[in-house]
């Protein structure tokens, strides 16, 4: 199956699924931006299955290095830029960080 095809196929899976909620896109058009609202499913490729792949491990605590080996990065730097938290996200994984520090041996100093 060659990528488009491939492509085609997860908007139909993700059509499916019901990610029909609509979406900003910006274009570039003849060097104008123009703006344009479409289905969320009409924006599922590959590449959202592969940020949301590491995104997602991420979360469930899998060792950055050990996605990067599957996704094929090859500095954190690079790595980190692509995965997305919120910021609320990025809180919740520090406190679970500090919980399990803290009950370890964290001490009151």
Same mark, same amino acid.
Not at 2 to 17: G, H, M, R, T, V
């Given at each position: 199956m060659?990528? +488009?095809?491939?492509?085609?196929?997860? @908007?139909?899976? *993700? !059509?499916? +699924?019901?990610?029909?909620?609509?979406?900003q896109r910006a274009k570039k058009i003849r060097g104008a931006i123009k703006t344009e609202w479409t289905p969320k499913y009409k924006m599922v490729t590959a590449h959202t299955l592969r940020r949301s792949f590491a995104?997602?491990?991420?979360?469930?605590?899998?060792?950055?290095? $050990?996605?990067? +080996?599957?996704?094929?990065h090859k500095t954190e730097k690079a790595f980190n830029k692509?995965? @997305?938290? $919120? @910021?609320? !996200?990025? *809180?919740? @994984?520090?406190?679970?960080?500090?919980?399990?520090?803290?009950k370890a041996d964290m001490k009151v100093a």
């Open positions: 060659n990528n +488009a095809q491939f492509n085609q196929d997860l @908007k139909d899976i *993700a !059509e499916l +699924a019901g990610l029909t909620d609509p979406v995104t997602n491990c991420y979360k469930m605590g899998v060792p950055t290095r $050990s996605i990067m +080996a599957i996704t094929g692509y995965i @997305k938290l $919120s @910021k609320e !996200e990025h *809180a919740e @994984k520090m406190q679970e960080i500090f919980n399990q520090t803290y």
